[in-house]
Every structure is written in structure tokens, then in C-alpha cells.
């Protein structure tokens, strides 16, 4: 590569020289036009417009010179002359053609897409002038590339294609050659910790039966950077201030398949805490920011600790306005006793507040329908804990595919910043016409119509009909989420639904409901909610010639019942995003009773929670449970039968078949129970290749059982 560009700076040189050479024979004069000849697709304008020289001018043997340098820098020409035909100055060009199409072959390891991006940063794409240069650097840096991830026998080389009119077709090939493993990592320096300990710590793993499936074994230079970075931290976090990675070396075997990673340490003395202390601007007194400081006499320095304590100080100075807070710590060494003490300067800076929030890409949902979720307001002070609360109750409307907020510091002001809440939306309403199956209702005809952003006004409506073996039903809901300015939501819902059990492989019989209720639900703080609902159900039971003995003569003495419904539910939810959580806690207390004078009196309260804990690359760990119990009260006996509770299936316990779990009747169907618990823990994955929040892989483990009567 040095040689061809050594052989290309020569042959410019020497163009040069011999037209500098035919240039001095042409005598001065005063160019009264300019001719340019040779071109194909390029404007004469566009030659005129890097042209040093213009009508009028006197022209020179400087000029020449400077003409030929602009015009060549232009990377537009191969070849460029000048001369005179009397007093017109003629400028002959030799374009470049022009990249008619870029074709990739062979590459396995990086997309087309991605080689393309790189190569637009080099503007060598399709359309534009070809470059021999530009191609040259190109492949370059696909070389350098796919080193990068261990491919160490990768080739790349390029076909280009002459075509009419002055058009070339490129294709670059590439043979990528298998990735470098790691055959072994040595670790040179290391006195306090083994080899062993160290490398427990690192991503890059040497070759092994294991780690040959999971591809740890692939050599990768951004990995091994990582894993270097990582561990320096190891040790500054037991202490060693002055750890240092003195040199690494990674030497590749002949045939390029295998790498020697070699690590030189200086670990230097382990220190510890002698004292700290904070000074600087206090705008927050001492007392409150003493317990933020992790670090403490005696203690072993620790990077993370200090990283810690500058977090902690940042959030709190942060939730009085002071969002740009500078926290410095400033370590004194003592080496003759191994201690490290701590100057932590606090300064505030200015308190920072909000000018302006503009909202963009929401072509859909109006205005008011994401301001009245943001918790960051205009004028108010600029806080990061607020920002990102208001994206998170963004996220959690459902309407949204992407929530970004950034700020922008206003023009002329140390103290504002403008904030830019960027909205990608996602569609929120269908229309259902279609045959579907579950396992617990068969073949099911179902037809919908749902918005949950009705309009863009953040209101909810849905209508719907399903027929099966099992369930013929018909509903229309209505929420408004923002009934008043203060957040209280109000819903109306209207059912009418008839059950056929025996069809669904449960005791024997058959109900019909038609009803309908209204129910509101208050914010009782950002996490807390109460809601409470009345309704009215009209509940007709029949039996069938299979219907168990054990429940037959409760529907001979209620085969028609007035049910008025009181609902109430506390709950605390901290998750991110309903649809798609990834960290917090759900808990909510749920209580159904059927109103004094009802045809039927009884109650049914249920506790469930569901806990999310982020692992790493967006692995989720979720715990959940569920308890419920239900009984009669007043003159009646036990939890009308069809409010039983039941399990088993992908909704309660997976593994099992569907409402299999629990109390059985005379016949061997099953009849459920008046009380039932359900455990859960799941590994959440995301789905390869996808970047939708809607939908994800889950190893789980269900536990659960129903208990009579």
C-alpha cells in the first residue's frame, strides 16, 4: 500500500512538472473567455467554480500552476491541461467515471448495510466519482475491520468494471477466513490474585468444549479492551491506586487461526482510607450529604466507591436544580503508609431551569395527552429524576415505540436549557376479523374493533364479538384516563356473554350474563392508585344432562340471579413500561363483593405481585405470585360455584393442561375452588434480530394449585 501511493504522489508530480513545463510556454495575456473541454457529466459551471482564474484576468505562468492544483484537488479529474487558442484559455479534463453500482460478495460476518455506512463516511458510493484512492482506503478499512473481530486471514479485493458512459461497476470481495480463538492468556505481574481469579473476570475466554458453543473463545479487539478496562477496575477496587496495565501483546500463529494474548501488570501497593472530606459550595447542608459518601476510614480504596459517592452527591445536588453539579474528588497520597485521603469538592454551579419543552413526532397523539404525563415542567428546575420518571410514564401509555428526551442549553443563557421530548409512535388501534384457537376456548371466531388512542386523545374504546363451542360473547369498553384535570379515570363497560363449561372440559353447565358498570380509578401518588367500581350483572344458570349432582340443586334454587357488583383494587406499580418492563414492582390488592340484597352474597379478594430485575443485554429475571380466596356471606354457603378459581394452562401454570388443576366433581371434570395460589419465576430474552417492545422469549417455572370446596 505505501508503494502505490509513493508510485500515485509521483505520477502527480510528474504531471505537474510537465505542465508547469507547457505552461511557461504559454506568453501572459488577458483571458478574454474560458473554454472547458472533455466534459461529460461535470457542469462547466462546477469547473469555473474552483477555477482561481476568471474573464478579465491576466493570465500567468503562477496561475497556470494554481489552476491545475484546484482543479486536480477536486477529485474530480484524472488528467488536467491548459492552453490558449489565441486569447481564450482552454482547459482540457480527463473525468473520473462515475460508480454506477457496488456489489458485496462473501461477507458473512459485517451486512451490506453496514459496509455501505462505512463507505458513505468515505463518500465513495453509488453516483458519486470514482476514486482509485478512495477505493484503495475503503478496503483498507474493511481489512482493518475484520481484524478487529479476529478474522486475521480475512482478504478483501475489488473487481471494478468499466461501462458505457464513462460508468464503473465495483464489486468488492471479501473472503473472510475463520475468527482467531484464543489458545491461551497469560497474565505477567500478578502477585496478589492467580491467573485464575483474574480471568474468572474477563468476557474473552480461551478455547474449551464450552466455550467453543458460545463463541467466548472468538477473539475480538473491542472485547479484549473491555476486559483490560475491566480489569484495572478489579484492582482499583481492592485497593491498588496505582495498578497500571504495563503492555499487552497479542501474537498470532502462522496459519492465523489461533492468538497468544499476553498482559503485563503493575499491581503497586494497596491503599486505604485515611480520611475525606467535603468542601466547596454547600448549597445542601453537610449533615444531608455525609450518608451519600460511601468511602470510610480504614476502608480499602475502591474506583467504584468513589464513582459511587460522585453519582450519589451529583442526583442529590441535581433534585435542587443544580443539574451540571461538578463533584471532584481529589486524592493525597501518602505512600510511606499506603493511605489515600480524599478532598471532594463540591461545586454547584448554577441552578438550571427548563425554558421550553417542544414535542416532536407525534403525529397522531395531541399535545395535551403527553404534557399532562410529563413530571418536568416548564420554568421549573431541571431535574434528570424527573425527566426520566416523565419518560417512563410515556413509555408506559403504550403509544410509543421510542421515547428520547434530551436538552439543549439555550443560546446566550448559562442557566436554561431547552428540553426535546422525540416521539416514535406506534399504532395503537385494530380492527379483528378472524378464526383463531386457544386451549381453553377451541376454535374461536373473533371480531374487534379497539383504538386505545381514540382520536389521539389518549382515550380508550373497544368493541367486540367471539363465538366458540364455549363462548359466545359480545363487549364495549370506554375509558377516559383523564376524566378530570387531576388525573381521576373513568371507565364504562357493557357484556353480555354465555358459557358453555362442559364444552371446556369443566363441570357441566351453562351460564348467560348480561350487565354492564362504571368504574374510576384516583392517583393517590406517582406510584399508588385507588380504584372503585359498581356494576350490575344479570346472571341466568342452566344445567344440562351432564351437569353434576353436587351443584345441580344450586342452580335449581338460582337459576336467575341480580347481582349488584362493588369493586375496589389498591395499587403501587414502579415498572417502566407495561407492556414491555425491564426493572420494578407491581402489588395490587383487588376486592370484588356482591352488594347486600344481591340474588347471590359473596367476596372474592385477590393479592398478586410481579417484581422485574434487569440482568444484562437486556436479560430480565421476573418473580411473580398470585393469591386469591373467595367465600359467601349472609344466608349462602360457600363461593358460588362458577366464581371458582381455577389453574393450569399458559395463563396460570404452563405444563399444564387448561383449568386441569385443583378440586374435581362427581363426574371427573374440573370444578375448581374457592381459593388458589400461583408462583412464577421467568428469564426474559429478547427476540433476535427484533427491536419491537412488544413481544419477547421467556424459560419460566409455574407453581400453583386451586383448593376447594
Do not use: H
Amino acid at each position: 500500500m505505501p508503494c502505490k501511493k509513493l508510485v500515485r504522489n509521483a505520477v502527480f508530480l510528474l504531471c505537474m512538472a510537465v505542465t508547469s513545463v507547457q505552461a511557461q510556454t504559454i506568453e501572459s495575456f488577458v483571458i478574454s473567455d474560458i473554454r472547458v473541454e472533455g466534459l461529460q457529466r461535470i457542469s462547466a459551471g462546477t469547473v469555473f467554480n474552483y477555477l482561481p482564474v476568471k474573464v478579465g484576468d491576466e493570465f500567468e505562468e503562477a496561475a497556470s500552476a494554481e489552476s491545475i492544483r484546484a482543479l486536480f484537488q477536486t477529485g474530480f479529474f484524472r488528467d488536467v491541461r491548459l492552453s490558449r487558442a489565441g486569447r481564450t484559455l482552454v482547459v482540457q479534463v480527463d473525468e473520473f467515471p462515475t460508480i454506477f453500482s457496488i456489489e458485496f460478495t462473501g461477507n458473512k460476518g459485517i451486512e451490506d448495510d453496514a459496509l455501505r455506512d462505512a463507505m458513505s463516511q468515505a463518500e465513495f458510493i453509488e453516483g458519486r466519482v470514482f476514486n482509485p484512492t478512495v477505493l484503495d482506503q475503503v478496503v483498507q478499512e474493511l481489512k482493518n475491520q475484520y481484524l478487529s473481530r479476529g478474522k486475521y486471514a480475512a482478504e478483501v479485493e475489488t473487481d471494478v468494471q468499466d461501462l458505457a458512459r464513462n460508468r464503473v461497476a465495483v464489486k468488492i470481495n471479501v473472503r473472510e477466513g475463520d475468527t482467531a480463538t484464543i489458545k491461551k492468556i497469560s497474565i505477567v505481574g500478578n502477585e496478589s490474585f492467580s491467573d485464575k481469579e483474574l480471568l474468572d473476570e474477563f468476557e474473552s475466554k480461551t478455547s474449551s468444549l464450552l466455550n467453543f458453543f458460545s463463541k467466548k473463545n472468538q477473539y475480538s479487539k473491542e472485547t479484549v479492551s473491555s476486559d483490560l478496562e475491566t480489569l484495572t477496575s478489579f484492582y482499583q477496587d481492592q485497593g491498588f491506586l496505582n495498578f497500571r496495565i504495563d503492555s499487552t501483546q497479542v501474537s498470532i500463529t502462522p496459519d492465523r487461526e489461533n492468538i497468544y494474548l499476553t498482559i503485563n501488570v503493575v499491581e503497586g501497593e494497596q491503599y486505604r482510607i485515611s480520611q475525606f472530606k467535603l468542601t466547596g459550595r454547600l448549597i445542601v447542608p453537610e449533615e444531608e450529604l455525609l450518608p451519600l459518601v460511601y468511602i470510610a476510614p480504614g476502608e480499602l480504596y475502591s474506583r467504584a466507591l468513589v464513582d459511587g459517592t460522585v453519582e450519589l452527591l451529583t442526583t442529590r445536588l441535581a433534585a435542587e436544580g443544580y443539574s451540571f453539579a461538578e463533584i471532584n474528588p481529589v486524592p493525597e497520597i501518602d505512600e510511606d503508609s499506603n493511605t489515600v485521603s480524599f478532598t471532594i469538592n463540591v461545586n454547584p454551579g448554577r441552578r438550571v431551569y427548563v425554558r421550553r419543552i417542544e414535542i416532536i413526532g407525534n403525529n397522531t397523539t395531541r399535545d395535551e395527552v403527553i404534557r399532562r404525563e410529563l413530571r418536568q415542567l416548564e420554568g421549573g428546575w431541571y431535574s434528570p429524576a424527573l425527566v426520566q420518571r416523565s419518560k417512563i410514564r410515556l413509555q408506559r401509555l403504550g403509544f410509543f415505540d421510542v421515547v428520547e428526551i434530551d436538552n439543549e442549553p439555550v443560546p446566550g443563557s448559562t442557566d436554561q436549557v431547552d428540553l426535546i421530548v422525540s416521539l416514535t409512535e406506534r399504532s395503537t388501534g385494530s380492527f379483528l376479523v378472524g378464526v383463531g384457537f386457544s386451549d381453553g376456548d377451541g376454535i374461536l371466531l373473533q371480531s374487534s374493533v379497539t383504538q386505545a388512542n381514540l382520536f389521539g386523545s389518549g382515550k380508550q374504546l373497544s368493541l367486540g364479538a367471539d363465538r366458540s363451542s364455549i363462548i359466545q360473547s359480545v363487549n364495549v369498553q370506554y375509558t377516559n384516563p383523564y376524566a378530570t384535570d387531576s388525573g381521576i379515570s373513568r371507565g364504562f363497560n357493557l357484556v353480555y356473554q354465555r358459557i358453555d363449561s362442559f364444552a371446556a372440559q369443566t363441570a357441566a353447565y351453562i351460564t348467560q350474563t348480561l350487565g354492564g358498570g362504571v368504574n374510576y380509578l384516583f392517583p393517590l401518588s406517582e406510584f399508588m392508585s385507588f380504584s372503585a367500581g359498581v356494576s350490575y350483572d344479570k346472571i341466568d344458570l342452566e344445567s344440562t344432562q351432564f351437569t353434576p349432582p353436587e351443584i345441580v340443586d344450586f342452580i335449581d334454587a338460582n337459576p336467575s340471579n341480580n347481582v349488584y357488583k362493588l369493586t375496589s383494587a389498591l395499587a403501587y406499580d414502579t415498572r417502566d413500561s407495561l407492556l414491555y418492563a425491564t426493572r420494578g414492582l407491581s402489588l395490587s390488592l383487588n376486592l370484588e363483593v356482591a352488594a347486600p340484597g344481591s340474588g347471590l352474597e359473596y367476596y372474592k379478594a385477590n393479592a398478586r405481585a410481579s417484581w422485574y430485575v434487569p440482568l444484562i443485554r437486556d436479560f430480565v429475571f421476573k418473580v411473580s405470585g398470585d393469591f386469591g380466596y373467595g367465600d359467601s356471606y349472609g344466608g349462602d354457603e360457600g363461593l358460588p360455584f362458577f366464581k371458582n378459581y381455577f389453574a393450569g394452562g399458559v395463563s396460570s401454570v404452563r405444563g399444564y393442561e387448561i383449568r386441569s388443576l385443583g378440586p374435581r366433581d362427581s363426574n371427573f371434570n374440573p370444578l375448581g375452588g374457592a381459593s388458589r395460589i400461583l408462583t412464577n419465576a421467568s428469564l426474559l430474552l429478547p427476540i433476535p434480530g427484533s427491536t419491537a417492545k412488544d413481544k419477547r422469549f421467556a424459560l419460566f417455572i409455574d407453581g400453583g394449585q386451586v383448593y376447594g370446596p
